[in-house]
């Protein structure tokens, strides 16, 4: 591609600005690349912002300011909606990395030990972060203070055009472009892929899309010869599909999904106990689900219980009396009772995974390529690790002269994720698995299993390096080593990158 057309050309177009998409922009923004981020929610905030910001001196949108970034910068309610969140050791050292733990320090509590108990059977385990030489497994954070951490995180990288960057490390050169809109559709080109970003103030008028046909060739036809260019304003070597569980991308690009429903749905909220445990993480198998209550300091416990559809529905909508005696059944004496909850809130469970996380310049990251139970609180610190190892990845790529979307970086990205999605798959589905036969002989073994774990140094060992997120081969960011920026690719002779398979 000529560089002086008048796109936007981005090392990664990133859909979605969940907290997996935002960390993968800052990771790659502190390696020096360039990073579009594109949310609906974002523009919610720039209408907004576009309302009232002194700084845009605006009120109007016309057809330059819908492409303007939120400078504002609210994140989508959906993604950081507050509820407890349960982050590993290696996720805690990523945000570390980046920077982006600084305003989170105060209000996060750290789990130190585990306690995994069933209830209506003797026995049960407990986990000590101190025994294996560590301070902690994870800490808990609410999600909504997570959100505005990374708000902070990505205005310190702020590259839209216009906005003094505030404070970056001023060895990179690169930075993140966050605008406000759907990516829709992609279409390959020889040397990068342009995203069909739809604008939300668009509607009725024409956006700067891409033909359907290019975007969507019909399943069994050979693929749209790459153009030199697409009627689209920006264009990235990569597109990262980080748009969540309900991922409309991944389904407009074809990407095929296994699936499996749980007969379950969630139920979050924060509760307060009468006797505390501090920085102990409780996870109690009922024979309806799972129910995990973390510390989130003094009294106050996250919880996260799962049952049938419709014993949730009747936990949700019971008066909060009502439902502190439903807790104090599922947890006895321990907690000393439930003094008061906060807003219950409900989520439908489903495992749902990408049978192929990469494509023609495309990969899916976070719950885009892995939608798993919270049992265990994985999926969350699972998607961090992508973002983490796409980034390193992407860097690596750049440092040897090449583009981060080629074929060999995203083939060596699914080699290197593929052990660790499937291990925590198997992991938070299996335990699912194991503790929803109620009166079979699986049923009976559970007891003296517990026992015998609670006994086995061994199995301790290998369920803190799943909890703490530091099995199998650890990306450079979970090791607390900041990314370093790369050469960057600008001026050089462009290269054969096609990067089709
Ligand atoms: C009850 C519950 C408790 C949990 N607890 C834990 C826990 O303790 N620990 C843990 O590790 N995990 C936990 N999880 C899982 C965790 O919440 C998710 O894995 C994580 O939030 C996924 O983040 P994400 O960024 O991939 O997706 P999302 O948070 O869904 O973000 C997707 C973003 O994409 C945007 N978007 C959508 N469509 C488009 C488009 N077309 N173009 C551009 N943007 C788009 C949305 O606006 C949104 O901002 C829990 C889940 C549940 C349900």
């Not at 560089?3 to 935002?22: F, K, L, S, T, W």
């Not at 990523?94 to 130190?112: N, Q, V």
């Not at 739809?198 to 050979?222: C, E, K, M, W, Y």
């Not at 703490?468 to 080593?481: H, Q, R």
Request: aromatic share 6%.
């Amino acid at each position: 591609m000529n560089r002086n057309d008048p796109v936007e050309h981005y090392d990664v177009a990133i859909a979605g600005g969940g907290a997996i998409g935002a960390v993968l922009a800052c990771a790659l923004a502190d390696g020096g690349a360039k990073a579009l981020l594109v949310d609906p929610s974002f523009s919610l905030a720039a209408k907004t912002c576009n309302e009232s910001d002194p700084e845009t001196g605006s009120a109007g949108a016309s057809t330059r300011d819908r492409r303007a970034p939120d400078r504002s910068g609210s994140f989508a309610p959906g993604a950081f909606t507050p509820r407890p969140l349960a982050l590993s050791l290696a996720s805690w050292r990523m945000l570390e990395a980046l920077d982006i733990e600084k305003s989170l320090t105060e209000r996060a509590t750290p789990i130190r030990s585990i306690h995994i108990s069933e209830a209506g059977r003797f026995g049960a385990a407990r986990l000590e972060a101190g025994r294996f030489d560590l301070e902690c497994f994870g800490k808990v954070i609410d999600a909504a203070s997570l959100g505005q951490a990374l708000d902070k995180a990505l205005g310190r990288r702020d590259l839209s055009p216009g906005v003094q960057r505030r404070s970056v490390d001023s060895k990179s050169s690169g930075g993140v472009h966050r605008i406000g809109g759907r990516i829709e559709g992609a279409c390959p080109l020889a040397h990068g892929i342009a995203p069909h970003v739809v604008f939300p103030n668009a509607i009725g008028q024409d956006p700067p899309s891409i033909p359907r046909s290019l975007s969507h060739p019909p399943p069994g036809t050979r693929p749209t010869p790459p153009s030199e260019r697409a009627d689209t304003p920006f264009v990235a070597s990569l597109l990262a599909i980080a748009d969540g569980g309900r991922s409309g991308l991944r389904q407009s690009l074809g990407v095929a999904t296994c699936e499996r429903t749980y007969p379950q749905r969630a139920l979050a909220t924060v509760v307060s106990v009468r006797t505390p445990h501090p920085f102990t993480a409780f996870e109690r198998f009922t024979p309806e689900g799972p129910v995990a209550l973390l510390p989130m300091g003094g009294p106050r416990y996250g919880l996260v219980l799962c049952a049938s559809p419709d014993r949730i529905h009747r936990l949700g909508t019971a008066c909060e009396t009502d439902f502190l005696a439903a807790l104090d059944s599922v947890f006895g004496g321990r907690m000393g009772g439930f003094r008061a909850a906060d807003r219950r809130r409900i989520f439908d469970l489903k495992l749902e995974y990408a049978r192929d996380i990469i494509g023609r310049r495309s990969v899916s990251i976070g719950n885009a390529a892995h939608r798993l139970h919270p049992v265990a609180g994985q999926g969350f610190n699972l998607g961090l690790r992508d973002a983490a190892c796409l980034s390193q990845m992407v860097m690596a790529a750049r440092s040897q002269g090449r583009d981060g979307g080629d074929r060999q970086t995203l083939f060596d990205y699914r080699r290197w994720r593929a052990p660790d999605h499937a291990r925590t798959r198997r992991f938070t589905d299996g335990l699912v698995r194991l503790f929803g036969h109620r009166f079979s002989p699986i049923a009976l073994m559970r007891a003296p299993g517990l026992v015998a774990f609670d006994l086995l140094p061994g199995f301790k060992r290998a369920l803190t390096r799943q909890a703490t997120g530091l099995a199998g081969k650890v990306p450079d960011l979970a090791l607390g080593i900041r990314p370093t920026p790369a050469p960057s690719l600008e001026g050089e002779d462009d290269q054969d990158l096609e990067g089709s398979r």
